[in-house]
């Protein structure tokens, strides 16, 4: 059965803080793994994830996969209240079948 | 260009009652899905479709029916409410390797 593990599974910081969510999965015929972030409502996708070792930057975050390990990190540097929510690292197979987590949950205080 | 559009946003049924749950999109993707969302848990997919005539079953298809006929609309229908159906639906759209998600529907069943 596929699955996902993330975590930590909660996390509270500072403003300015950095922060490493991981995520190991199991998937059978992975192809990519995206990242979402989701606030009050609908998840908002942040990164795909197909290569090992190739960083992909947006902003502040930045992730990376390892397709050896089957893991993947998401890093969030000088973090903001804005960044408080849950973040899901979610796994692809064929057929385009996605394997959701329970997700991070980060809250940023100021 | 609204991407995917959800309602009713909120919704209280009585056991027994049953209703549908719409989902539109703009984007003309071919691949649609719903997604039911638990308290503190993963997304599980509840039916998808490929395209316009085309349905499937997901993880968690009991309970709940749908249909394609167009591109764009693509109904979650509840037939006998149950206590168990207390959730978050997502609908979201593939286009490409992302999914895009609707801001969700909050089903209270009592």
């Known amino acids: 059965e596929d699955k996902v593990v993330q975590s930590p599974l909660s996390l509270v910081v500072h403003e300015g803080d950095t922060v490493t969510l991981n995520c190991s999965y199991e998937v059978t015929n992975f192809r990519s793994l995206l990242w979402y972030k989701q606030e009050k409502k609908a998840p908002t996708f942040l990164f795909m994830l197909t290569s090992s070792g190739i960083e992909k930057k947006s902003g502040r975050l930045s992730s990376i996969l390892d397709k050896k390990e089957l893991f993947s990190i998401l890093n969030i540097t000088a973090t903001q209240t804005g960044d408080s929510a849950v973040y899901l690292c979610?796994?692809?197979?064929?057929?385009?079948?996605?394997?959701f987590g329970k997700g991070t949950l980060l809250t940023v205080n100021p | 260009n609204a991407g995917v559009t959800q309602t009713p946003k909120f919704r209280i049924l009585k056991i027994g009652q049953s209703m549908t749950l719409q989902c539109t999109q703009d984007?003309?993707?071919?691949?649609m899905y719903w997604y039911r969302q638990d308290p503190g848990m993963g997304l599980k997919l509840i039916y998808y479709?490929?395209?316009?005539?085309?349905?499937d079953k997901g993880e968690v298809p009991n309970g709940y029916n749908v249909s394609r006929s167009t591109t764009e609309d693509f109904p979650l229908r509840l037939e006998l409410a149950a206590p168990s159906q207390t959730s978050v639906y997502f609908c979201?759209?593939?286009?490409?390797?992302?999914?895009?998600f609707g801001p969700g529907t909050r089903l209270l069943v009592l």
């Open positions: 984007m003309n993707h071919n691949y």
């Open positions: 979610v796994p692809r197979g064929s057929n385009y079948k996605l394997t």
């Open positions: 979201a759209t593939r286009g490409g390797e992302t999914q895009y």
């Open positions: 479709s490929v395209g316009a005539g085309i349905t």
